[in-house]
Structure formats: structure tokens, C-alpha cells
């Protein structure tokens, strides 16, 4: 399990207005909620916030969480990002809860080269990039390996090949395709050269022309 930790604040405005002064104070406005617990508006130090983001998998770290100096244990829920400058706008904790199990996305980590592309020339296809299991707060995987070593072509591994850890419920269909070994892309056949274009041009059927003399008897009907 892969933890972090952040330092937050309570506010008491909400509102565009009040969101936005915050972020002109690079302050990002944020909530807290949970099972026992009435949600509760908080701001988080944007630069924290970013430098926290980019050593972690968010889905699937504990974020410890300083509220004026009482601990809590989180995990993000959602990151809401401006749609053209892709700045962080608002972000979502949910507290945890002792012996309470949670839902989290966990990556799929394919491992090894299959057969059908060593030796075959296929082309590894991997479809789910994550899944999503029940697990104990304090046992969430960072991650899912899943060996492709013995696949050849056109073989497939899907949600059921998975070996989740201990305590960990994959919720996903167990039939889900998750990777494929598809067959060597044809290229397109290259054109001819040499005698075999000259043979191919004398092939081509020849364009007859009316003599001179009957084009003219034509054109004047």
C-alpha cells in the first residue's frame, strides 16, 4: 500500500467567488466526506497538491491527511481539472474507515513478451489497462502483474487469469478480454518494377480513336 501526505485546511466560504480567491492565493479548494462523518470544505497549498500528484498513483494511495493537526486517512475521488489549461480546480477525499472495505481502480501490469511476438511477429494488444476490486483500506495493491510470456497468436488473457492478492475481490466480468496476441499487420504489396511493370503496361487494353475523317462526319450531324 503506497501512502503520501498533504497538508489541508478548513474554510468556511464555498461558492465560484469564494473558489476562486483561493486560487489566486494558489490555495485548491477541496471537500472531505465519508461514512460517519458530514462533508467538510477544506483548501489544500496548490504546489503541495502538484508535487504530491506527481510521485503517486492517486487511485490507489493513502492520503494522510493534516486538518489543522488531526490526522485523516484518505483517498482522492476525484480531481477536477480546468478543460483547456488542465490547472487542478477542486479535489475530492473520502475518509476511511477502520475494517470498512473500499472500491478502488488498481493498474494491470502485462509482464514478459509473448511467444507469438518473439517468434511470430505478433503484435501485443492490451485492452484493460486497470480493474477494479473491493480491498481493505490498508491492503490496496499499487498494481496487478499479469504474465503474457506463454501467449502465441491470436491467444488472449482475460479478467479470471488474474491473480489478485489476499483479501482482494476483483468486481470486473471474469470473461473481460484484458489482452490479445493479434497476428502480423500485412503490408500493402509494393508495385511492380522492372519487366514485370513493363509486362503489366502492355497488358492494358488499347484506346481506339476514330479516324480523322469520321470525327469530323460526326461532329457535324
Known amino acids: 500500500m503506497a501512502t ?6 478548513v474554510r468556511s466560504e464555498g461558492g465560484k467567488g469564494a473558489a ?3 486560487r489566486n492565493a ?3 479548494p477541496a471537500v472531505i466526506y465519508g461514512h460517519h462523518r458530514e462533508p467538510q470544505m477544506l483548501a489544500v497549498d496548490g504546489r503541495e497538491l502538484s508535487r504530491m500528484l506527481e510521485r503517486i498513483t492517486p487511485e490507489t494511495t493513502v492520503v494522510e491527511l493534516n486538518i489543522a493537526g488531526t490526522p485523516a486517512r484518505t483517498l482522492i475521488r476525484e480531481i477536477q481539472r480546468h478543460p483547456f489549461k488542465k490547472s487542478i480546480l477542486h479535489v475530492d477525499f473520502q475518509e476511511l474507515v477502520a475494517g470498512e472495505k473500499v472500491t478502488v481502480d488498481v493498474p494491470i ?3 514478459g513478451t509473448p511467444e507469438g511476438v518473439r517468434n511470430a511477429g505478433g503484435v501485443l494488444d492490451q485492452i484493460m489497462r486497470e480493474v477494479s476490486v473491493e480491498v481493505d483500506p490498508s491492503n490496496i495493491p499499487n498494481r496487478i502483474d499479469l504474465d503474457v510470456t506463454a501467449l502465441g497468436l491470436n491467444d ?3 479478467v479470471r487469469d488474474l491473480v489478485a492478492p489476499q483479501g482482494t475481490e476483483i468486481l470486473d466480468d471474469p470473461d473481460a478480454t484484458i489482452c490479445v496476441v493479434a497476428p502480423p499487420r500485412v503490408e500493402a504489396e509494393a508495385a511492380p518494377t522492372g519487366e514485370g511493370a513493363a509486362a503489366e503496361g502492355a497488358a492494358e487494353p488499347e484506346l481506339i480513336r476514330k479516324p480523322k475523317a469520321e470525327e469530323g462526319e460526326g461532329e457535324g450531324e
Open 26 to 28: 494558489e490555495k485548491i
Open 4 to 9: 503520501a501526505q498533504l497538508t489541508a485546511t
Open 20 to 22: 476562486r480567491k483561493l
Open 109 to 111: 501490469v502485462l509482464v
Open 156 to 158: 488472449s488473457l482475460h
